[in-house]
């Protein structure tokens, strides 16, 4: 049954080998740019998210120093008079993390707070 469909001649029977491998190197072709660009995809969104998570990273850390160069002005002043003119509502202002939405936090010093600043600041003094 088979011999029915295949040529006679070496001719034609070598021009429809040669169309069958050409037809599968075609194949093999569009199946490697199909593949190529659904990797390409995916690669650009795990790099799109990784920028993303960088970039949050990068503010936490940015907030963080701010934070330690806030207590550290606060650790350091000389009174809570010299605190209040530098910082007359001490401020924070970050982008929350989760949510992506600007939060502001802003609180003026405690009076028992400041009270125990001095007495912290007047200590070593009176140690020495």
Known sequence: MLRRFVPRSLRAQITIVLLVLELLILAGAVTAAYSLRASS???RQLASERLTRMQDAQDMVQHAMQVQ???????TAPSTDSLQQTYAAPRLSLTHPATGRPLE???PLPEDFAAL???????PARER
């Open 41 to 43: 995809s995916a690669t």
């Open 69 to 75: 160069f806030l207590a550290s002005s606060l650790l």
């Open 105 to 107: 936090v802003e609180a």
């Open 117 to 123: 600043l001095d007495e912290l600041r007047a200590a």
